[in-house]
Structures are given as structure tokens and as C-alpha cells.
């Protein structure tokens, strides 16, 4: 899947700053230089304020436009500043420019946005180093780095660890989300060893689980346990700890899939939603539970139901990662 992104909005005043001082961007500018049109914006957070000329969003159009029929991505995200007045127009015409050439192509694409750009439903919404506490019933999608820092390569890089990010990202995803994850190549072009190692461990994980992720729908609740997360955009600036008891559903055709985030050192676990009620009581699920397997395990659980919940005895198993409960269902 070939996916690309544009910043270019922000062009119009982000290089503007460097006119406070002695640089090369006090020479006189003209369309096509490198840091045109570098003009003084007073406040990137006014929606209303000064708009950018309709030569630079002429210019923008064609450039986002460009990238489609160079590229052919199937995912287009944009940063912010695109929800400023000036683009609306803009952004219309190029949504049903990228959605009609998709449609020549055959093939289903997104575009990626911030805030309230695109009209609600047209795009996906994107929620930068950030998610939602609860489930949507419309797709998602969280931006994040490996590194809690920075988006690019430094000596300074603080970094998330790959069991972090996978249980954020089996958090996004039972919540109808999916997580959009940069690492920061270094100068010459190659990838830090840091930056390898996180996605060779996540790569490992998702070898084994990915079942429960790759095609996976959200289920009737997405999860159980007393942590929850914060919502909003950068708020992952620090790791939320979760516990054996905070356990996250998919599910996939007759499976569903109870990802217990941190595994309990005694293999006992309880997931009270599956608990067998009768149909008097309301319980979230009153139905057949055929079977309960671990992924990535050769082990026969001992497992039973009682009325507070599927209750299962995986003693012996151990993991530092979280571990997927595959439950057959009928």
C-alpha cells in the first residue's frame, strides 16, 4: 500500500519567522522558490485570518494533485492549517479530483485530515499522537512516532517501547481506529537500530496475532478493565499502564478475539463480558462459547464459564507482549 502526505498548507507562513532575522529568506521570493511564499501569518489558529493568495492555493491544488497522478497512493493525509476558510473550496475540488481518479483506477482510497477540515464523513479523521477513550461508529485513524520526542531522527530520541505501541495499537484498533506509525530515518537515509528493533518486535507480534488485527471488526463493547485512556490529540506523552485486567475485543467472521494487554504472571484470567448469564439478566453476550485458544501457543487451556465471567487457566504461559485469546463462538 503506497500512502503519502502533504504539508504544503503550512508553507504559506512557516518559513515566514525566518524574515526576523539575517537569512536567506529576506531575499525577495517568487512561485517556484524553495521557501515561497514564507509570508508573516499573527495567528496560525485564526480561521478567518489573512488568506493565503489564490495563486499559492491554485498552486497547492495542482501540487496535491500532482502527487495523485505521479503516485497513485491509496491514502492521502494531510497535516493541519487546511482547515482554514481559504481551502475549503479547495479541499472540495480536490477530494472528487482523488476520489474520481480512484474510481478510474479501480481501487478504494482515504484521505487523512485534522480537525474539522473535510466535511464529517467525506474523509477520515486523523488524531495526532492522540486517540479516542471510546469506540466510533465511523473509522479513525491515530498519527504517532516510535519516539515520544520527535517525529525526526535525534541523538535525544526518547523512546516509546514496541510493547507500548502494540497495545496502543490493539487499544486504536478494537475502538475502530488504525494507528499510523513514523520513525525518523537518519540524515543519510537509514533507519537508527532503535527504530528497527521496535518494529522487528512489532512485526514478531503481529506475525503471531495478527489475525486479531489484519480484517478485524470492532464488537459490541471494546474492552473491559479499569484503565482508560486519555482522549485527545498529543496526549500520548506518556505510557498508560495498563493491567491483567484490561483486556481489548475484536472480532473476525465465528471468532472473537480478547486481547489481554499485560498478561498476569499466573496465566489466570477473567474476561467478565463473556460471562453466562440468562437472557433475563441483559448480559452483553448469551451465546454458545465453543472453544478458547491462545495464538501463538500449542497448549490446551482449561477454561469454564461461570455466571461472572469466562474464566480461563493458561498456567505456565508466560509473556512480556500481549496475549490474544481466540474464542470460538456459536
Not at 3 to 27: L, N
Not at 161 to 180: F, P, R
Request: charged content about 30%; aromatic content about 14%.
Amino acid at each position: 500500500v503506497m500512502g503519502t502526505s502533504t504539508h504544503r498548507a503550512e508553507h504559506w507562513f512557516f518559513m515566514g519567522y525566518g524574515k526576523e532575522f539575517d537569512s536567506d529568506i529576506k531575499e525577495p521570493l517568487k512561485r517556484g522558490d524553495f521557501y515561497w511564499p514564507a509570508m508573516k501569518e499573527h495567528d496560525v489558529h485564526d480561521l478567518y485570518s489573512p488568506s493565503p493568495s489564490e495563486e499559492f492555493l491554485e498552486d497547492w491544488l495542482v501540487r496535491c494533485c500532482e502527487i495523485v497522478d505521479r503516485y497513485k497512493p491509496s491514502i492521502m493525509y494531510f497535516d493541519w492549517w487546511i482547515e482554514h476558510s481559504a481551502f475549503k473550496p479547495y479541499l472540495k475540488k480536490f477530494a472528487a479530483y482523488y476520489y474520481n481518479r480512484a474510481d478510474e483506477w479501480g481501487r478504494e482510497v482515504a484521505i487523512n485530515y485534522k480537525h474539522d477540515a473535510f466535511q464529517f464523513g467525506c474523509a477520515i479523521v486523523d488524531i495526532e499522537r492522540g486517540q479516542f477513550a471510546d469506540s466510533k461508529p465511523y473509522y479513525w485513524q491515530t498519527d504517532t512516532a516510535v519516539a515520544r520526542n520527535s517525529w525526526c531522527y535525534t541523538t535525544t530520541n526518547d523512546y516509546k517501547s514496541a510493547n507500548e505501541i502494540i497495545c496502543q495499537l490493539v487499544d486504536i484498533v478494537s475502538k475502530n481506529g488504525t494507528l499510523l506509525l513514523n520513525i525518523g530515518p537518519k540524515g543519510d537515509g537509514s533507519i537508527p537500530k532503535e527504530d528497527k528493533e521496535i518494529l522487528q518486535t512489532i512485526g514478531k507480534w503481529l506475525k503471531v496475532n495478527g489475525e486479531a488485527i489484519y480484517g478485524s471488526k470492532v464488537w459490541r463493547r471494546f474492552g473491559e478493565g479499569p484503565t482508560r485512556v486519555t482522549e485527545g490529540q498529543f496526549s500520548d506523552g506518556s505510557e498508560t499502564k495498563f493491567t491483567k485486567e484490561d483486556i481489548r475485543f475484536t472480532i473476525k467472521g465465528s471468532y472473537l478475539y480478547a486481547t489481554v494487554l499485560t498478561w498476569p504472571e499466573d496465566g489466570q484470567v477473567a474476561i467478565k463480558s463473556l460471562g453466562e448469564k440468562d437472557a433475563s439478566k441483559l448480559p452483553l453476550f448469551h451465546g454458545i462459547i465453543k472453544d478458547v485458544s491462545i495464538l501463538g501457543f500449542d497448549t490446551n487451556l482449561k477454561w469454564t464459564r461461570t455466571s461472572e465471567a469466562l474464566e480461563i487457566n493458561a498456567e505456565g504461559i508466560k509473556s512480556d507482549y500481549p496475549v490474544v485469546l481466540k474464542v470460538t463462538i456459536d
